[in-house]
Nanobody, 127 residues
Framework: QVQLVESGGGLVQAGGSLRLSCATR????????MGWFRRAPGKEREFVAA????????RYADSVKGRFTISRDNAKNTVYLEMNSLKPEDTAVYYC????????????????????WGQGTQVTVSS
């Protein structure tokens, strides 16, 4: 298993940028497909982006495609979410998650398939 700790959230104006980081503790980080999810006030948790074990394959929610970029550095045991052109509707608590190392999927977009979650980091975009 890995422990996940998000950072990088904060308050930003619309059109601004933030980079979220998710640091992990564990020797086998490269075995885990990773993802970012978010939960806005009063809404269900939703998929944002996902990345394969090697970082070669990525998937994005339509709402963030072209604005957000997920990446990972397996040498640093860290996954990132670069967020540009932020909008007020991006306001949410953002969570990183790790899927089981044994999962056959290259990229995992379904939250129920993730079994390890960070504590979340707040992102607030003002208009």
């Amino acid at each position: 298993q890995v422990q996940l700790v998000e950072s990088g959230g904060g308050l930003v104006q619309a059109g601004g940028s933030l980079r979220l980081s998710c640091a992990t503790r564990g020797r086998t980080f490269s075995r885990y497909p990773m993802g970012w999810f978010r939960r806005a006030p009063g809404k269900e948790r939703e998929f944002v982006a996902a990345i394969s074990r090697s970082g070669t394959n990525t998937r994005y929610a339509d709402s963030v495609k072209g604005r957000f970029t997920i990446s990972r550095d397996n040498a640093k045991n860290t996954v990132y979410l670069e967020m540009n052109s932020l909008k007020p509707e991006d306001t949410a608590v953002y969570y990183c998650a790790a899927a089981p190392a044994s999962i056959s999927s290259i990229v995992v977009v379904t939250s129920q398939l993730y079994d390890q979650w960070g504590q979340g980091t707040q992102v607030t975009v003002s208009s």
